[in-house]
């Protein structure tokens, strides 16, 4: 016999509870990665959403490091 579940249904959207889902994965080079990661936050910027664009910014600044060697 299954167990009643008693407790709160849980929201999938990340905006009431304030955590971002984690960002799709970018397959490629480092130097590929580092563009993707830029056009993303092109994309985001034209959308408005600044905070996601400043995090494909730094996604792609990882990259760039990690193709240097710095990483």
Request: glycine share 8%; net charge positive.
């Amino acid at each position: 016999m299954p167990r009643p579940n008693f407790s709160k249904p849980r929201s999938n959207t990340g905006a009431s509870t304030g955590v971002r889902p984690a960002p799709a994965r970018v397959n490629g080079s480092a130097l590929q990665k580092q563009t993707q990661w830029l056009a993303r936050a092109t994309d985001a910027e034209r959308t408005g959403d600044s905070v996601e664009a400043e995090l494909c910014r730094q996604y792609a600044e990882h990259w760039f490091r990690v193709s240097r060697g710095q990483d």
